[in-house]
C-alpha cells in the first residue's frame, strides 16, 4: 500500500511541475486584446475623465477611470501542454450618479460591462455568452451629440438602458427614460 501511495505521489508531483514548467519559445500562442475592441474600451489610462451634461436636468457629472488594472501577457492552465498566453483589462469609471465596471477577458473572447458581456468577432460588436442568441449591435457611422459629431459609434443596450462607444474617446451617451448623458468634454491618458 505505501508503495501505491508514493507511487500516486510520484506521478503527481512529476504532472504538477510538468504542467507549472515555462513553455518552450516555439509552443507558445499569444492573443492580445484586439485592436477595435481595445480603440473602444482599452486605450486610455489612469487620470483619464469624462464629463457628462444631463440633457433632462442639466446637471453636469464627471466619470473618473478608476481601479485600473491591465494584464499583460497572463498564462491560463486548462490542460498539461497549455501554452496559451492572453491580455486581460479591468478599470472602473464612476461619477457621483453612476458607476460602471469593464473587463476585457481576452481568453474567452468577451468583454463585459456591468454584468452584459459582448463579443466582437469578424468585424461585429455583438451580445455573447453561451446561452445567449446573437445578436448584433447597431453602429453608427456618424452620432452628433452636444454639436460634436463622433464615428463609428457602437450602441449597446445594458438593463434598461443603452450606453454609446465612439472609438479613440470611450463612452459618450447613456440614455434611459430617467436620464441622458451626453459628452461635453473629456481628457484620455494614455495607459
Known sequence: MKHHLLLLYLLFSTSLLYTCRNCPEGKRTYTPIDPVVKSYFGFFGPGSYWVFRDSISQKIDTFY??????????????????????????????????????????????????????????????????????????????????GKTYRQVVEFPAYSFYIYFSPNVGLIKLKSNDFLLELIDFKIVSP
Open 65 to 146: 477611470l478608476m481601479q485600473y488594472r491591465k494584464l499583460d501577457n497572463i498564462r491560463r492552465f486548462s490542460g498539461f501542454r497549455d501554452c496559451n498566453y492572453f491580455d486581460e483589462l479591468h478599470y472602473t469609471i464612476e461619477g457621483r450618479t453612476n458607476r460602471m465596471s469593464f473587463s476585457i477577458d481576452n481568453e474567452r473572447g468577451y468583454a463585459y460591462f456591468m454584468n452584459n458581456n459582448f463579443k466582437y468577432k469578424d468585424g461585429v460588436f455583438s451580445s455573447g455568452g453561451a446561452t445567449d442568441p446573437f445578436r448584433p449591435f447597431p453602429v453608427f457611422d456618424s452620432l452628433t451629440i452636444q
